[in-house]
């Protein structure tokens, strides 16, 4: 038995996650470029698009993600809110007041994700690069030593 056996069905028929995944993932991107002609007037319009695909076997190995820190919208929403309190109130301290809470929450809301990113997917990803998987059972495994 090799060290890329399956430690549950001992087949040899396995593949390291990482290489399933990139082979199973594809993107591609375009950019077109139209001219045109109105009467005496020209038109020219450019345009882009991209786009990704996986195989459901490359979405269900993937590496683990990262979490996302989404502060804009609640800082948005807490701009919009410290306006239209101060404009309610005819005072600006209250607006300001308002702000400078909405601007510590989105601080506050963006720490753990942050903090996953910097300090645990790291981990979570050189695990997940020593894995393997079997193509006969399915089982995931890392490297016996």
């Known amino acids: 038995m090799s060290d890329y056996s399956c430690p549950k069905c001992q087949s040899e028929n396995t593949q390291k996650l990482s290489v399933l995944y990139a082979a199973g993932s594809s993107s591609s ?3 077109t470029v139209g001219v045109g002609l109105i009467g005496r007037h ?20 993937a590496p683990p993600q990262p979490q996302k820190v989404e502060v804009g ?10 306006i239209a309190c101060g404009i309610g109130t005819q ?6 007041g308002i702000a400078i809470l909405v ?3 989105a601080i506050a809301v963006s ?15 050189d695990e997940w690069n020593k894995k ?11 490297k016996s030593s």
């Open 29 to 31: 991107s375009q950019t």
């Open 42 to 61: 020209g038109a020219v319009g450019v345009g882009s698009s991209s786009a990704n695909s996986q195989s459901a076997l490359a979405q269900q190995l």
């Open 73 to 82: 919208c609640l800082l948005a929403i807490g701009l919009f809110m410290a």
């Open 91 to 96: 005072s600006p301290a209250v607006g300001w």
């Open 103 to 105: 601007v510590v929450a």
């Open 111 to 125: 720490r753990p994700p942050a903090i996953y990113n910097k300090n645990v997917l790291p981990g979570l990803r």
């Open 132 to 142: 393997f998987v079997c193509l006969r059972c399915g089982e995931v495994f890392k």
